[in-house]
C-alpha cells in the first residue's frame, strides 16, 4: 500500500511535525513535504536534519492572502501531497485554500473545541476557571476551529497551573492524539481507494 503523501503547514518550533514524522515510519503515511511561512521556524531545522523536503513561503512576500495561499497550494501539488496537516500554523486560511483542499485538511488545536477556539487556548481555558482542558484533530472548514470534530484527548487543569504547565501537559497528548489520526484518515483513504 502506497503511503498517504502528507503536506505539514508550520510556523513555529514543529513539535507536532516531529511527533508525526517520528510515528510515519509505522503508520499508513509519509510527510512529503513540510511548508512553513515563518523562514527561522524550528520546524524546518527538524524536516532538514531528517530529510524531509521543505519550501519557506513567507507570507508578507505576497501581495494578498490569495497569492500566498496559491503559492502554498502549487507547493504542495507538486509534491503529490494528498492531505495537509496543520501543525502550529498560525495564518488564517481563506476559503480559496479550504476549498481547494475541502476535506483534505485537519488542525490540531490546544483544546476541546468548540471552547476556546482561536489563539492562546490553554491561557483561555484558566482564564475561564474551567477544570478539564484538552486538544482537537478536526477537519479545517471556513471558519475559525470550527469544522468537524475527529477525535479528541483530554487534560485535566490542575490547581497551580500556569499557561505553560497547561500547555505542556496539552502538548503530551497533541503528540499521540494527531499521528494515530492522521494514521487512521491515511487507512480510510487506502481502503476507499
Ligand atoms: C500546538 O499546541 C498546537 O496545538 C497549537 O500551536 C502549538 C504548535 O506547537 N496550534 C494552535 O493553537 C492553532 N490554533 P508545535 O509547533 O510544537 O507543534
Redesign the pocket.
Known amino acids: 500500500m502506497t503511503p498517504l503523501q502528507v503536506g505539514v503547514l ?1 510556523s ?6 516531529r511527533a508525526l514524522q517520528q510515528a510515519s515510519s509505522t503508520a499508513a503515511y509519509r510527510v512529503a513535504l513540510v511548508v512553513s511561512n515563518v523562514a527561522d521556524a524550528g ?1 524546518l531545522a527538524f524536516a532538514a536534519d531528517v530529510g524531509v523536503p521543505t519550501a519557506v513561503l513567507p507570507h508578507r512576500a505576497y501581495p494578498t492572502r490569495a497569492a500566498f495561499e496559491s503559492a502554498v497550494t502549487e507547493a504542495l501539488r507538486a509534491a503529490g501531497v494528498e492531505l495537509v496537516v496543520l ?2 500554523f ?1 495564518r488564517v486560511l481563506t476559503p480559496v485554500f479550504v476549498g481547494a483542499w475541502a476535506g483534505r485538511i485537519v ?4 483544546s476541546l473545541l468548540p471552547a476556546f477556539p ?2 492562546d ?1 490553554p491561557g483561555q481555558a484558566l482564564r475561564a476557571g474551567a477544570t478539564v482542558s484538552g ?1 482537537t484533530v478536526h477537519l479545517v472548514d471556513e471558519g475559525t ?1 470550527t469544522g468537524p470534530i475527529l477525535a479528541q484527548a483530554e487534560v485535566p487543569i490542575l490547581p497551580g497551573d500556569t499557561e505553560d504547565t497547561l ?1 505542556a501537559r ?2 503530551v497528548e ?1 503528540h499521540r492524539l494527531l499521528p494515530r489520526v492522521v494514521d487512521a484518515l491515511a487507512r480510510q483513504r487506502r481502503a476507499a481507494a
Request: proline residues 4%; hydrophobic residues 45%.
Open positions: 508550520v513555529g518550533r514543529g513539535s507536532n511535525l520546524a501543525a502550529g498560525m488542525n490540531i488545536h490546544p482561536g489563539l487556548a486538544c476551529d500547555a496539552i502538548l497533541e
